[in-house]
């Protein structure tokens, strides 16, 4: 039997254990063989996964320049708290006058107050809401609700407000609070109401951000306010009593941060492509994959990508902003010229790389190049790497089975020469008895 202890040469004295190794190993060719592809097959699957990650790290980073807003980088400032400016890659230099009139609110109404709020209300009947004119929705209630219980109902009708329980140090009310601001989204109460449709106990009503820009006024039903200032998003957090001044720069660093990150990471999956695959006089370190075509396909089609002509005029590549691919397939990135561009044309500087509504840019061709490859369970890496797992399921098989054949081998061997060793020693003892 396989893996069982064995003494070989008891009767004669021959290490036949010795042997029966010696044969096998002398066998295990094929088996050894087969394992080390599988060996190489694994540790490639392995390398791949690896040039994946990387590309993957590339796309995220081409992310954020893949459209014309984000290529354009702009700083927003503000001389006053009151109102906090951020800008998106669309706006355009400027300054501007703001002020804050009034913020936007949400609508809080309290009940009558109660002496506790877990003590029967005694009341029944249903209380009707309705939240920015829409239908009433009604909370039946019943003689044994407290207010505990009327605010969980509330909570569960699904309606945009929020109830919870007020305790002014004496008595407990029901607070009804809407869950969005906005002269629009008021809340009507009807039926057995407990108080909240008093105009006494409405401490808070619904309300737009009001506010002007440059004389201009400008009313939205929350405290951020987009769309009036193109590219620009302002922030209220309190009124004003004097005018915000609001500035709109140009932030080029902006931009050069973003493209060294997609330089870095490109550079960085074409460093792990030659290092696998080799490159030039280098020999790769994966054996598997040693000028692997996928390797191959990968490095040119990214190359190919990033010299695209976009458009045409002065600025219709990356390398005339100052991206330029070198002789190792790498990229670098010249400050200085990308400087120029965007001091000379920086419309045509976010086209090339981020593209139009209707076309394509740059960023845009090497992302999608980067999605063939990466695409989970159809991209050509997921499809290569699942070809090598089944080769390498397939060789497992075949290691199991020659494994076994070899198994039984030294078993036979084992047999035989337990019959030999048998034999001689009953030869022996017959010539001590001669």
């Not at 939240?131 to 207010?147: F, K, R």
Request: hydrophobic content about 40%; aromatic content about 4%.
């Amino acid at each position: 039997m396989a893996g069982a202890i064995t003494f070989g040469g008891v009767g004669s004295g021959i290490d036949t254990e010795s042997i029966v190794s010696g044969l096998v190993n002398a066998s295990r060719g094929a088996s050894d063989a087969m394992k080390s592809r599988q060996s190489t097959l694994t540790s490639a699957t392995s390398a791949l996964s690896k040039v994946s990650s990387l590309l993957g790290k590339l796309k995220a980073a081409l992310e954020g320049v893949d459209e014309a807003r984000e290529v354009g980088s702009y700083t927003a400032s503000s001389s006053n708290a009151a109102v906090v400016a951020s800008a998106s890659g669309t706006a355009s230099p400027g300054s501007f006058s703001v002020s804050v009139q009034s913020l936007a609110s949400e609508q809080r109404s309290y009940s009558t107050g109660y002496a506790s709020s877990t003590t029967a209300l005694g009341l029944t009947g249903s209380l009707g809401l309705s939240v920015a004119g829409g239908a009433v929705t009604s909370i039946e209630l019943s003689a044994s609700d407290t207010l505990e219980n009327v605010a969980s109902k509330i909570n569960a009708s699904g309606l945009r407000v929020s109830a919870a329980i007020f305790n002014d140090g004496t008595e407990n009310r029901l607070q009804v609070r809407g869950l969005d601001s906005g002269a629009a989204n008021t809340i009507a109460f009807s039926g057995t109401t407990l108080g909240l449709e008093l105009a006494a106990n409405k401490k808070q009503a619904a309300a737009d951000a009001r506010i002007t820009i440059d004389g201009f006024t400008v009313t939205r039903p929350t405290n951020q306010v987009s769309g009036a200032i193109q590219g620009v998003t302002l922030a209220l957090t309190q009124t004003t009593t004097a005018p915000v001044t609001v500035e709109v720069k140009s932030d080029p660093e902006g931009l050069k941060k973003k493209l060294t990150s997609v330089v870095d990471a490109y550079n960085a999956v074409i460093d792990n492509v030659h290092t696998i695959a080799g490159f030039g006089s280098t020999k790769g370190t994966e054996k598997g994959l040693i000028g692997d075509p996928l390797l191959r396909s990968i490095a040119n089609r990214m190359s190919s990508s990033v010299s695209q002509v976009i458009g045409s005029g002065t600025y219709s590549t990356l390398g005339s902003l100052g991206v330029q691919i070198g002789r190792d397939g790498k990229l670098t990135l010249d400050a200085t010229k990308l400087d120029k561009a965007l001091a000379a044309d920086p419309s045509a500087v976010a086209k090339v790389i981020g593209g139009t509504d209707t076309s394509s840019g740059a960023a845009d061709v090497l992302r999608d190049v980067v999605t063939a490859f990466t695409q989970s369970g159809t991209g050509l890496i997921a499809s290569r790497q699942e070809t090598m797992n089944s080769r390498s399921k397939a060789l497992k098989q075949r290691i199991d089975s020659e494994e076994e054949r070899l198994a039984r081998y030294a078993d036979a061997l084992r047999k035989q020469f337990t019959v030999m060793d048998g034999t001689v020693a009953a030869n022996n003892a017959n010539a001590s008895y001669f």
